[in-house]
């Protein structure tokens, strides 16, 4: 495992509520390769944003090791090692679409020249040329979670850690966004790490299924994906998908039943 | 064509719930007119030979006004044009407005735009210290742990005491160390404009939520980056709302600079003069310059409003 990019062992978090601590992860241990497609899936509580959390150094560990490529999460994010997308778009409605892909490479210094030629080459890889002067408004929400993708692209991590990017969309924009990710996936050989609540999107989209349980946040199953890098959407109806899904499945039950 | 008819029906529609009230206000206030001025207008008439009932002032002065205008109906359309009246009819007041406004040149003692300039410059002044002040304190207040604790208390402890009773030490204590003319009216300006800004301020800097705030993070971008990219161009709805407030506190704020001072120009002093020298509609009619002043001036900031989140692309939010 030498090439693993982002490394945990042991991680625990506990968080001190007015409620009382919330054992938010416990001894949670998990290698993601590069070039891995990684789906966190679990009931709500179970710790699969924290972990999101973590990795991005939004969140501190009370305890274990977390690296990501080799550094702590903190120099990571400053490495601009990552690339993150929240449940929401969250475009600033002020920007226009072209200017909220921007907004990265302003903080981060790059010359106005490189913003228009990486803005341009992302809005063509998240499918959106032309629509650089729009806001966010005149955009449907599919659209706009895709501009919030190229954003997240715009400088170039090798990481792009996905918070239920699509949660929020219906079935049918939500398949063909995942499509379009796997598409993504294949040209950029980015690392992804993404959390959802839904079984056969997990299993559509990753390499590596990771399931967990809540109360507290643990891992309960790992599961390495047999199915081939190229998959069209009806892969979905076929035996082996089913089985991974069975077993995604069987995996989250077992969770609750002994939480 | 029709379709351009129907927008200037539909436009006139819009004005109708407004105008009823206006026009109720007009009704209402054309009709307190006979019965305030009733005993006004009865003594002038007994001393023009006229026959009043009753006849002795003192027994007139026993009855209310509207028993005495219903007594004496002759004595009706004087309430309306006595050149003292205890309430100004609304056709006297609009005579006045015309008379010192357009038919008196603006560099006349006389003339209302004179007054209102004085007053206007001091309100101008002061908003802009306040407005300064208001957003400087509400970045403190956002940014230093210190300040979020201590500034709110005091900047709501003064707005408690009444300006009336400040007014006049403000003014007293800046013209004993030589200070006069615009600056302590555009103090106590400044001093009520502050607050809905720094309220105002407060608020829309803090409006963004944790995800806007953590994808910067994601961004390692500093404090002041997250200031003027995010925490600032968020909170200017919230601004411009304050500003229409606070600039409406400033004209109140110069007005009443105006009154202990015996200052001789501006509308609180034209109001002054009107009450001393028994001049009702010099009263009023400063009153309502005072008035459409103020409505200007937040229409201007509505303008400016409207204008300028078109230019951020956030007309859909207002």
Redesign the interface.
């Known amino acids: 495992m030498t090439d693993a990019t982002i490394v945990a062992a042991g991680l625990d978090l506990t968080f001190q509520t007015n409620d009382g601590p919330v054992h938010a992860l416990k001894d949670v241990s998990l290698d993601i390769n590069k070039g891995d497609f990684v789906s966190f899936i679990g009931p709500s509580g179970c710790g699969k944003t924290t972990f999101l959390r973590c990795i991005?150094?939004?969140e501190t560990p009370t305890a274990g090791t977390l690296s990501v490529n080799g550094m702590t999460p903190d120099e990571a994010?400053?490495a601009?090692a990552?690339?993150?997308v929240?449940?929401?778009a969250?475009l600033?409605?002020?920007?226009?679409i072209g200017g909220n892909i921007r907004?990265?490479l302003?903080?981060?210094g790059f010359s106005k020249s490189e913003q228009a030629e990486r803005t341009a080459r992302v809005l063509e890889l998240v499918d959106l040329a032309g629509f650089e002067k729009k806001?966010?408004?005149q955009l449907s929400g599919g659209m706009q979670q895709r501009a919030s993708i190229a954003r997240a692209l715009a400088f170039d991590a090798d990481i792009l850690l996905m918070d239920e990017p699509f949660g929020a969309l219906d079935e049918i924009v939500r398949d063909h966004l995942n499509e379009q990710l796997l598409q993504l996936w294949a040209r950029t050989e980015k690392t992804i790490a993404f959390v959802t609540h839904s079984i056969p999107e997990a299993v559509y989209l990753s390499t590596k299924i990771v399931v967990m349980s809540p109360r507290p946040g643990r891992i309960t199953d790992v599961i390495e994906s047999p199915l081939p890098r190229d998959r069209p959407l009806d892969i979905r109806d076929t035996p082996e998908f089913i089985e991974i899904a069975h077993r995604v499945r069987d995996g989250l039950r077992a969770g609750h039943v002994d939480a | 064509m029709g379709c351009v008819r129907g927008m200037w029906m539909r436009n006139l529609w819009a004005f109708i719930p407004g105008l009823t009230v206006v026009a109720a206000i007009l009704a209402v206030w054309t009709l307190a007119v006979i019965p305030m001025n009733a005993h006004l207008a009865a003594d002038m008439a007994a001393r023009g030979d006229i026959v009043v009932t009753p006849k002795a002032p003192a027994d007139r002065k026993a009855l209310s006004g509207v028993t005495l205008a219903a007594k004496n109906p002759a004595i009706m359309a004087m309430t309306y044009t006595l050149e003292r009246p205890r309430l100004p009819s609304p056709h006297q007041v609009a005579g006045e407005l015309y008379k010192t406004v357009f038919a008196t040149a603006p560099t006349s003692r006389r003339s209302l735009v004179h007054h209102a300039w004085v007053t206007l410059s001091a309100t101008l002044l002061g908003f802009a210290i306040g407005t300064t002040l208001g957003i400087l304190l509400a970045v403190g207040i956002v940014y230093n742990r210190t300040m979020d604790k201590s500034v709110m208390p005091w900047a709501i402890t003064s707005q408690t005491i009444p300006i009336l009773a400040l007014a006049p030490m403000v003014i007293v204590m800046l013209g004993s160390i030589g200070i006069q003319g615009l600056l302590p009216k555009s103090i106590i300006s400044a001093y009520l404009s502050f607050f809905p800004v720094v309220v105002g301020m407060v608020k829309g800097l803090r409006s963004p939520d944790g995800?806007?705030l953590?994808?910067?993070?994601?961004?390692?971008?500093n404090n002041s980056?997250g200031f003027w990219?995010?925490r600032l161009?968020?909170s200017?709805p919230y601004l411009f709302t304050s500003l229409k407030i606070g600039i409406s506190a400033a004209l109140v704020g110069a007005i009443v600079g105006e009154l202990p001072t015996g200052a001789r120009a501006g509308f609180g002093a034209r109001m002054l003069v009107g009450d001393q020298y028994g001049q009702p509609l010099v009263t009023w009619a400063a009153l309502f310059g005072a008035a459409i002043t103020a409505a200007l001036l937040v229409g201007i900031l509505s303008l400016i409003e409207r204008q300028t989140l078109r230019r951020?692309?956030?007309e859909?939010?207002v």
């Open positions: 991005a150094g939004l994010r400053r601009r990552y690339g993150y929240f449940q929401a969250g600033y409605p002020w920007r226009t907004l990265p302003e903080i981060m806001y966010p408004w | 995800m806007q953590d994808l910067l993070r994601t961004y390692s971008a980056q990219k995010l161009p968020a200017m951020m692309g956030m859909a939010a």
